[in-house]
């Protein structure tokens, strides 16, 4: 199985932005709180403009999520997720650069 997404995981956008994410229930760990699809994700510091106009990702819809691994009644994420960054205006602009996991998970 790839490696878990945690709180202490760190994503970026496309434009390097950095991914903040925000757990809604901290009770599997795995270091850190794991992380599922429906939690909140947001960016900041995204530098995306095109043509010079400013158009920031802003946060992250997870499209594809585990399929075997469920967490509070969703699916979790891992390595293998993939997040589109989306733009104010509901624009997708890119997927979510993972650059640090976790392995392991234990419930508490």
């Known amino acids: 199985m790839p ?8 994503m970026m956008c496309p434009h390097g932005g950095i991914v903040t994410a925000t757990p809604g229930s901290t ?6 709180p794991v992380l ?10 995204c530098t ?22 469920k967490h509070g009644g969703d699916f979790v ?12 205006d509901q624009a997708p602009q890119g997927t979510v650069l993972i650059n640090s996991t976790q392995a392991q998970v234990s419930d508490t």
């Not at 878990?4 to 760190?10: D, E, G």
């Not at 997720?81 to 733009?87: D, F, K, N, P």
């Open 3 to 10: 490696a878990l997404l945690t709180a202490a995981s760190s």
């Open 27 to 32: 009770r599997a760990n795995a270091g850190a």
């Open 36 to 45: 599922r699809g429906s939690d909140t994700f947001v960016i900041a510091g």
């Open 48 to 69: 995306f403009a095109p043509g010079g106009v400013a158009h920031p990702c802003v946060s992250v819809n997870w499209v594809v999520t585990a399929t075997r691994v």
């Open 77 to 88: 994420l891992n390595q293998a997720s993939v997040g589109l960054c989306i733009a104010g």
